[in-house]
Structures are given as structure tokens and as C-alpha cells.
T-cell receptor
Framework: AQSVTQLGSHVSVSEGALVLLRCNYSSSVPPYLFWYVQYPNQGLQLLLKYTSAATLVKGINGFEAEFKKSETSFHLTKPSAHMSDAAEYFCALGITGGGNKLTFGTGTQLKVEL | EPEVTQTPSHQVTQMGQEVILRCVPISNHLYFYWYRQILGQKVEFLVSFYNNEISEKSEIFDDQFSVERPDGSNFTLKIRSTKLEDSAMYFC?????????????FGPGTRLTVT
């Protein structure tokens, strides 16, 4: 069975500070991992994906994430937070093969303060 | 840029009524999904659909739920007799299913309120 754990349901950073959102996964087969962002009253937008190529993946809006198999982690980072980054972020896990479901973490609400 | 669309954006219904939520997936995608998100909780998988049949469903997706692709563009989720606990945001998603491109693209959601 697959599972995703996001540590910290709420993270608050100052504008310009480093953003670090944590995601750990459990999977019996090689996983595919994704970060999605949800702005208030909107749907889920794909930020970035890991699909077994490069372990450091870059996404939109300056975000990146590193797949670490030894730590079963896929943490999301951004060097400098912007007010517009305030949103909820979801880590999701999929497995090989088209059409397989995504298993989501519980989400992390990011707050960016002046 | 192609996107998944969903209608309506918000639906209010009374307990016991049938509702149909509609989605138009991205046109060249082959796999379609429904997920739901109860307020304050995580996004949960309901069902996946490929080649005109269900490929996987969760334990949430019981006999009260059904999905259909009535034509070449729409993908619907029907709840036959709604319960209070069906109140949630329902997301439709689609993916190409091509090797190496397993990301799913989500629509904006339909907020279902059962009273």
C-alpha cells in the first residue's frame, strides 16, 4: 500500500525567506511523486513531478524538489518566498502505469508574512 | 493551454436527490478520474476510467456512485441518492497515460452541498 505524510499542516515564513515543505512517502514499488498547489477556491495545479529521471526536479514559480530514496522523501523548496506563494500544497504519490490513482498527503498551508 | 473544465461550480441539493457532476477532460487524454475533498481534509481518490470502463475504484465509490462517458468529450459522476456526508469538493482529472507522463491535470472542482 502507498501512503504520503506531510509534516506540518501549517507553515509560516517571512517574505524572502526559504520555503521548505516536507513530504515523506511509503511505497512498495518505485513511486512517481508530485507536488500540487491549491489557491483559495481553485483547483489543483501541478507544480512539479518526479518520474524516475533526475532526482532534483524544478517546477513552476521557482519551486524545486529533491527525490531522496534513502530517506523516502520528496521535500519542496523555494529559496525566497513571495506573498503570492501563500496557498495549500499537496504532495501526491503514484505508481507505474497509466491510469493509476494518486494518493495525496493531508496538505500544508503556507502562510507568507511581510 | 488545454484544461479540464467542470460544471457546475457549485451545486446545492437535498438529501436523497440525484446529482450529476460534469467534466470535460483534456481532449487527447485517455484516463479520467474523480477525486473528492471534504472540507479541511485531504484529496481522496474515487474512481479511474479508461476505455469506457472503470479501471479502479476506492471503497468510497459504492453503489450510489456511477461514472459515464456519454459522448466523446464529457465525463460524468452521478450520485443516485445523496447523503449529508457527500458534501465535498469533487475534482475531475485526466491524464494521457503515456509512459513517463503520469501526471494528472485537475479541473477547478464542483462544490457539492447536500442539505
Amino acid at each position: 500500500a502507498q501512503s504520503v505524510t506531510q509534516l506540518g499542516s501549517h507553515v509560516s515564513v517571512s517574505e524572502g525567506a526559504l520555503v521548505l515543505l516536507r513530504c515523506n512517502y511509503s511505497s512498495s514499488v518505485p513511486p512517481y511523486l508530485f507536488w500540487y498547489v491549491q489557491y483559495p477556491n481553485q483547483g489543483l495545479q501541478l507544480l512539479l513531478k518526479y518520474t524516475s529521471a533526475a532526482t532534483l526536479v524544478k517546477g513552476i514559480n521557482g519551486f524545486e524538489a529533491e527525490f531522496k530514496k534513502s530517506e523516502t522523501s520528496f521535500h519542496l523548496t523555494k529559496p525566497s518566498a513571495h506573498m503570492s506563494d501563500a496557498a495549500e500544497y499537496f504532495c501526491a504519490l503514484g505508481i507505474t502505469g497509466g491510469g493509476n490513482k494518486l494518493t495525496f498527503g493531508t496538505g500544508t498551508q503556507l502562510k507568507v508574512e511581510l | 493551454e488545454p484544461e479540464v473544465t467542470q460544471t457546475p461550480s457549485h451545486q446545492v441539493t437535498q438529501m436523497g436527490q440525484e446529482v450529476i457532476l460534469r467534466c470535460v477532460p483534456i481532449s487527447n487524454h485517455l484516463y479520467f478520474y474523480w477525486y473528492r475533498q471534504i472540507l479541511g481534509q485531504k484529496v481522496e481518490f474515487l474512481v479511474s476510467f479508461y476505455n469506457n470502463e472503470i479501471s479502479e475504484k476506492s471503497e468510497i465509490f459504492d453503489d450510489q456512485f456511477s461514472v459515464e462517458r456519454p459522448d466523446g468529450s464529457n465525463f460524468t459522476l452521478k450520485i443516485r441518492s445523496t447523503k449529508l456526508e457527500d458534501s465535498a469538493m469533487y475534482f475531475c482529472a485526466s491524464s494521457t497515460g503515456l509512459a513517463g507522463t503520469y501526471e494528472q491535470y485537475f479541473g477547478p472542482g464542483t462544490r457539492l452541498t447536500v442539505t
